[in-house]
């Protein structure tokens, strides 16, 4: 584990970044990019972050010890390179996940997330979304395209490469616009509703990238790291007590997409819930 922890130590940006991360961690993180021993060392550097109790992996105390080995009881590797992970292999984990985590954090690493068959990760799904406190997911794979969408749009991507790392793609032009009209709405109250009422304006592909951008953002903001508009305005004018049900409400706006219901009046609802925010939270100093 020292070698490990001094191995990942190299990567300090991304160490900087899953540290203040580990403060309110993501049900489900993604690492992407770099190597598969790479990202490996990073999921149980993460998990070592979150139970270590000097609360920045010291490499050294029995539960870091026992992660190095993958030998500690709230920790379950499933490994996907020898062959894919199948429904029978995640089946025993729902009863696991049921119960409390023995000390901070239940992590579950999944290696190779690419080789999650369709079954597997149908069953997992429930877990990704509604998790019980205590369990995190990780997500370990060469790219996220290769994962199922609808892990994907789960999960709190990072991208690791040799130089280093960056987050997520630049925003895709289809979704820029968007961005621009919620970040117009929140100014002024106009400039969305007459893009959501065209028709067909919005598809739920074109919602569930649109969320995922505002998830990026969002998290950008709360990290303090350069982003797009989006993210200098929510953390200009959005008091961060307001981040967390941002957050929320953006996860719940990825579970309605799922139910038919029309992605325009879902944009139209998170738009209308910042904005009441917005109006309703204390005076903010710009800074
Ligand atoms: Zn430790």
């Not at 998990?47 to 050294?60: F, K, M, Q, R, V």
């Not at 100014?187 to 074109?206: C, I, N, Y």
């Not at 995922?212 to 993210?231: F, K």
Request: proline share 6%; glycine share 6%; hydrophobic share 40%.
């Amino acid at each position: 584990m020292q070698e490990t922890l001094s191995h990942a130590a190299s990567q300090k940006r991304i160490i900087s970044y899953l540290r203040r991360l580990g403060n309110t961690p993501p049900n489900v993180l993604l690492l992407e990019g770099g190597s598969r021993e790479q990202r490996e060392e990073l999921g149980l550097f993460w998990a070592a972050l979150l139970n270590c109790s000097s609360g920045d992996p010291c490499g050294d105390c029995p539960t870091c010890r026992q992660i190095g080995r993958e030998s500690y009881r709230d920790l379950y590797v499933f490994r996907g390179q020898e062959d894919s992970i199948k429904v029978d292999d995640v089946r025993p984990l729902r009863q696991v996940l049921a119960d409390k985590p023995y000390e901070a954090y239940r992590v579950v690493l999944f290696s190779e997330a690419q080789e999650l068959t369709v079954p597997a990760a149908n069953a997992l799904l429930k877990s990704l979304e509604e998790p019980l406190s205590g369990n995190v997911f990780v997500l370990l794979a060469p790219q996220r395209h290769l994962l199922l969408s609808t892990l994907v749009s789960r999960s709190y991507p990072f991208t690791l490469s040799q130089a280093g790392m960056q987050t997520g793609p630049e925003e895709e032009s289809e979704v820029v616009p968007w961005l621009e009209s919620l970040l117009r709405f929140w100014q002024s109250g106009t400039g969305l509703f007459e893009h959501t009422g065209q028709k067909k304006a919005v598809d739920r592909h074109l919602l569930g990238r649109i969320l995922l951008a505002m998830e990026r953002e969002l998290h950008r903001a709360y990290l303090g790291e350069d982003g797009g508009p989006l993210a200098a305005y929510l953390r200009r004018h959005l008091a961060p007590l307001y981040w967390a049900r941002l957050d929320m409400a953006l996860a719940k706006a990825e579970e309605i997409v799922r139910h038919q219901v029309n992605p325009a009046l879902i944009l139209e609802w998170l738009a209308l819930t910042v904005w009441r925010w917005l109006r309703e939270q204390p005076a903010r100093d710009c800074q």
